[in-house]
């Protein structure tokens, strides 16, 4: 380890890097090649969804899931509602840790007009399950 070297950029985590190359070939219009980077996210998570965790930027992970199951790619990796509950997750996460100049906020109001059936199963789901594990 160099002199200088804890002034460089802490690298950012492969779901990062990821997610800012799908959002980056969505952005460039190249809809061929956003779908092999949607697929190639969709299949690392559904391998490791604990990677997840690594994301110091959430709200680009969120903005990246949210694009896919907007888009309707990589449906055959992971379920549309997992799709939708892992933005949430992210978008959700971006907001509480302060993340102001996100646009978080924005994104999972979107995600939620959308997709407000598979959250709500979500959240009936853990209700109910919360619900079973308190009456035991």
Request: net charge positive; hydrophobic share 35%.
């Amino acid at each position: 380890m160099g002199f200088f070297d804890f002034l460089k950029p802490k690298p950012k985590s492969e779901i990062e890097v990821l997610a800012n190359n799908c959002i980056k070939k969505v952005e460039d219009g190249t809809e061929a090649e956003a779908k092999k980077a949607f697929e190639e996210m969709t299949r690392k998570i559904k391998l490791n969804p604990a990677m997840i965790k690594d994301a110091e930027d959430y709200s680009v992970v969120g903005k990246a899931l949210f694009i896919i199951q907007f888009m309707g790619i990589g449906s055959s990796t992971l379920s549309k509602s997992t799709l939708v509950n892992l933005s949430y997750y992210c978008l959700s996460k971006s907001i509480q840790m302060g993340k102001k100049e996100t646009d978080s906020a924005k994104t999972l109001l979107n995600l939620i007009q959308q997709s407000h059936s598979n959250l709500e199963s979500s959240i009936r789901q853990a209700i109910s399950t919360h619900k079973k594990k308190k009456k035991k």
